[in-house]
């Protein structure tokens, strides 16, 4: 590129950059989507107000007529979506990484694939013999002691 075309490309640039500014502040967009984007924060406050949906809907129909109720009522809940989703990281921020010694063990409880099986052992009524205890321990209530 010479030298002639980057000087015209930099006040092209700017240029572009002042429109796409201008156009970001205009509150009057152009698509049904968009209008309901530019009015949720207003939407909201009128809901946490009281209002019914169905009333914020008459008063912003009479600024779009173009929106209907349903569609008032299904952009609302797309938008209400993407809110409470977490946005992306930008390529300079990097998400922040879980290293296994970060996760708490006691926020977690062990997965225990038997526990039900050890309640219903603990809560079984009457007499239960467990073969693999010693005879002499159960009967004379002395332990024997192996080896020595």
């Known amino acids: 590129m010479g030298s002639c075309c980057v000087l015209l490309a930099v006040p092209m640039i700017k ?27 207003a939407i909201e406050d009128a ?20 929106l209907g109720y349903k569609e008032f009522c299904v952009y609302l809940g797309r938008l209400r ?11 300079e921020e990097k998400a ?19 526990a039900n099986l050890r309640r219903a052992e603990a809560d079984r009524p009457g007499f239960y013999y467990r073969g693999t205890e010693d005879l002499h321990e159960l009967v004379y209530g002395t332990k024997k002691i192996h080896g020595k």
């Open 15 to 41: 240029e572009a950059e002042s429109a796409l500014r201008t156009m970001s502040k205009d509150l009057h967009p152009t698509t049904k989507s968009g209008f309901g984007r530019v009015m949720l924060p």
């Open 96 to 114: 922040p990484t879980v290293t296994p010694t970060q996760v708490s063990h006691t926020s977690l409880p062990e997965f225990d694939p038997l």
């Open 47 to 66: 809901l946490r107000a009281g209002h019914t949906s169905k009333a914020v809907w008459q008063r912003l129909h009479q600024q779009n007529p173009a």
């Open 81 to 91: 979506k993407r809110a409470h989703q977490p946005t992306a990281f930008r390529s």
